[in-house]
């Protein structure tokens, strides 16, 4: 899929704009740097997915997790959220933005391991409270005024490098470990995994705030780069992120999918967006297209895995 797609806006660039699409250096990072924080937030879906879950609120952890961090960011100033906890260093504002996600996270694995609530419904919960809190936290008003050493995290290529490494590590990790094993477990069967040993409710709390501190990570990239905290940040994300890992040949059914898979789901979201844009589609077709693509990957996934059984 994405070696075509790759093919497709190449010849669209060149019958269209008379030049290539991908083969430069500057367009290559930007859209690379417009989907680096939906890759961090599909790793975490994906890991999330593979147990048979969904989460629905990695966006609005985002905006959450980015109005806590930088309102501990800010520098001295007549706008400043707490007037007593400014020009702190830079690794405060950080663990607070990653404690947030990680927070939210873990309540949302708790609510689904002990209370059996659908994974669809506890998230959905979660997506409408954090955005409400992401609001109520400083009456809807954005923060600014954020030191220099803070959003130099978001300066450059820095996010996608966080995204290599976080793709790298949580590879490695459901590959070659039992934390990788006892995800596929309970994915596939979950029953089965509780009687083989596995202590199913921790698992799953332990996948989803994980999946909540990738998404802290995420805010904090976010509003660094934009040098501000803003209650509608990561506004829709949670969909591109589970659009990459679907995409990238995660099972929605469970225990079947991997990082690799979401990086180049990631990547053809960015091709696609990137694409659309070089060659002066209209943004709605964009989206229209982008649904019609994330439909026929779970069809194809469907059929792959009816003619495995058969």
């Known amino acids: 899929m994405l ?4 093919v497709l806006f190449e010849l669209l660039g060149w019958s269209v704009r008379g030049t290539s699409f991908l083969f430069n250096g500057q367009r290559l990072l930007v859209m690379v740097l417009q989907v680096s924080i939906i890759g961090l937030l599909a790793i975490g879906v994906t890991q999330v997915i593979l147990t048979g879950g969904i989460d629905l609120s990695s966006g609005s952890v985002v905006a959450l997790s980015a109005m806590v961090a930088a309102s501990l960011a800010q520098t001295a100033g007549p706008r400043a959220v ?37 994974p669809f419904i506890a998230t959905l919960g979660m997506m409408v409270s954090a955005r409400g809190l992401a609001r109520y936290y400083t009456r809807g008003q954005p923060v600014s005024m954020l030191s220099e050493t803070y959003t130099r995290i978001g300066e450059g290529a820095l996010p996608v490098v966080m995204f290599v490494i976080a793709a790298a590590v949580f590879h490695v990790l459901l590959r070659y470990t039992r934390y990788g094993k006892y995800t596929y477990a309970i994915g596939a069967n979950a029953q089965a ?14 996948v989803y705030t994980v999946a909540g501190l990738l998404s802290g990570l995420g805010g904090v990239m976010t509003s660094a780069r934009a040098a501000s905290g803003q209650a509608g940040m990561g506004m829709s994300y949670e969909l591109d992120a589970i659009a990459a890992a679907v995409i990238g040949g995660t099972s929605l059914s469970g225990g079947i999918g991997r990082i690799t898979g979401t990086v180049i789901g990631t990547v ?14 209209d943004a709605y077709i964009q989206d229209i ?3 019609v693509v994330i439909v026929l990957a779970v069809v194809i996934d469907r059929y792959r895995h009816r003619e495995v059984h058969a």
Do not use: E, Y
């Open 268 to 281: 053809i979201l960015g091709v696609m967006t990137s694409g659309f844009t070089f060659i002066g589609f």
């Open 193 to 206: 995994a509780r009687i083989s040993g596995i202590h199913v409710t921790r698992h799953l709390v332990l």
């Open 82 to 118: 707490f007037p007593s906890l400014v020009d702190l260093p830079v690794v405060i504002p950080v663990a607070a933005g990653l404690a947030t996600g990680a927070l939210a996270g873990w309540v949302n694995g708790n609510l689904i391991a002990l209370t059996r609530i659908p």
């Open 3 to 6: 070696v075509g797609i790759v």
């Open 289 to 291: 297209v982008k649904g």
